[in-house]
Structures are given as structure tokens and as C-alpha cells.
T-cell receptor
Framework: GNSVTQMEGPVTLSEEAFLTINCTYTATGYPSLFWYVQYPGEGLQLLLKATKADDKGSNKGFEATYRKETTSFHLEKGSVQVSDSAVYFC?????????????????FGQGTILTVHP | GAVVSQHPSRVICKSGTSVKIECRSLDFQATTMFWYRQFPKKSLMLMAT?????????EQGVEKDKFLINHASLTLSTLTVTSAHPEDSSFYIC????????????FGPGTRLLVL
């Protein structure tokens, strides 16, 4: 089956530190890959995505590259801010050709709590 | 664009009562809506997929008689937690998608349910 494994948290960093949150996946076919962010008390927001191998998704200084050879989609940011403190979820979705209601169904990793201190 | 709302945002109820949660797509027609459940400090678990005008497809282990899903129109899906018990307390999140949005659609802000 399909699964997503994220780096165990929580992660605690000082402001302006470099961030990496590892994500690897197992899937049949060629999934789309996503990073979502959840701020305290709120729902999920799409942070970035990549739909095919070697694509790089980027947003708000965050980046992740779809690596088919290592089945990974690690999230990075060069300089984190206090406002980046949140829970980050890696997720995958099967392509349209996977059939039926599988399309659009997201499989999430367990989430990584990030806390950034001033 | 692609805004999804949920109502209520928070609900507290007594054990044994039923609670209805609404998920609406505000600026697009959602052919498919997904309902997720999130336990504290845990990931999201997909409960069911609903397509407008047809019965919902439930994930393994999710009781369809307990969690009633209705997708009556292209902009509204409802999740009813019947005879709620304290173990049903959780954060329920919907996401809505149409074919033009690609795989992921948009998420609602979530509904926090507390059953006393």
C-alpha cells in the first residue's frame, strides 16, 4: 500500500537556523507529493507540491524536490523564523490514472512539530 | 479561490447526542469531498470519500452507521456523528476538490468536537 514516513519530531531550532524535515514515501505508480502546514488551532494549508520526478516545489522560502530514485521529498528552509512554528505534514496522492475515488485521496505522514525560538 | 468552510468550528455535546458538521466549497463546485479525523499530536486519518449524488466510500475500520456522510450538492457535504461518545472527540477536517484543482483540493479549517 501507499505510505509516508516523516522524520520524528519535535524539532526545535533557533531563529535563522537551517531546517530539514525528511520525508520518504512508498507508492504504486507515480504519486504527487505535498507538504502541508498546520498552525496552532487551524486547519491544513498547502505549503508546496511537486507532481513529477525532479520537480521542485517552493513557497515562502521552503523547498522540496521530488526524488524518485530515493523516494524522498525532504522539506528545507535556509533560515527559519519564529512564525514558522507549526506542524508540517508530508503527503502523497495517487495520479488520476489510479482510478476511481483513489484520485485526490491523500495519505499523510505522521507530522513533525517545529518550534522556532527567537 | 478554492475556499472551503466548515461549520461549526467547535462543538461540545453530551454523550449520546448526534452532531452534524457541514463542509462547504465557497467558490467552486466540489465533485469530491474527503473527511479526515485528526487525533491530538497525530496525523490525519482519512475516514471517507464522498462524491456528489452517490454513497460515500468509507475507509477500513470506519463505522458507516456511526459517521453518516451526505454529499447532497456540489457545494455541501455533511458528516453526522451519531450517538457520540467521548472517544469520538477529535478534530474533523474536510477537503473538497473538483477536477480542475488537481489532486489535492482545498482543506476546511476543521471542526473540534468534544463529547462530554
Amino acid at each position: 500500500g501507499n505510505s509516508v514516513t516523516q522524520m520524528e519530531g519535535p524539532v526545535t531550532l533557533s531563529e535563522e537556523a537551517f531546517l530539514t524535515i525528511n520525508c520518504t514515501y512508498t507508492a504504486t505508480g507515480y504519486p504527487s507529493l505535498f507538504w502541508y502546514v498546520q498552525y496552532p488551532g487551524e486547519g491544513l494549508q498547502l505549503l508546496l507540491k511537486a507532481t513529477k520526478a525532479d520537480d521542485k516545489g517552493s513557497n515562502k522560502g521552503f523547498e522540496a524536490t521530488y526524488r524518485k530514485e530515493t523516494t524522498s521529498f525532504h522539506l528545507e528552509k535556509g533560515s527559519v523564523q519564529v512564525s514558522d512554528s507549526a506542524v508540517y505534514f508530508c503527503a502523497l496522492s495517487l495520479p488520476l490514472g489510479a482510478g476511481g475515488t483513489s484520485y485526490g485521496k491523500l495519505t499523510f505522514g505522521q507530522g513533525t512539530i517545529l518550534t522556532v525560538h527567537p | 479561490g478554492a475556499v472551503v468552510s466548515q461549520h461549526p468550528s467547535r462543538v461540545i455535546c453530551k454523550s449520546g447526542t448526534s452532531v452534524k458538521i457541514e463542509c462547504r466549497s465557497l467558490d467552486f463546485q466540489a465533485t469530491t469531498m474527503f473527511w479526515y479525523r485528526q487525533f491530538p499530536k497525530k496525523s490525519l486519518m482519512l475516514m471517507a470519500t464522498s462524491n456528489e449524488g452517490s454513497k460515500a466510500t468509507y475507509e477500513q475500520g470506519v463505522e458507516k452507521d456511526k459517521f453518516l456522510i451526505n454529499h447532497a450538492s456540489l457545494t455541501l457535504s455533511t458528516l453526522t456523528v451519531t450517538s457520540a461518545h467521548p472517544e469520538d472527540s477529535s478534530f474533523y477536517i474536510c477537503s473538497a476538490r473538483d477536477l480542475g484543482q488537481g489532486a489535492q483540493g482545498a482543506f476546511g479549517p476543521g471542526t473540534r468536537l468534544l463529547v462530554l
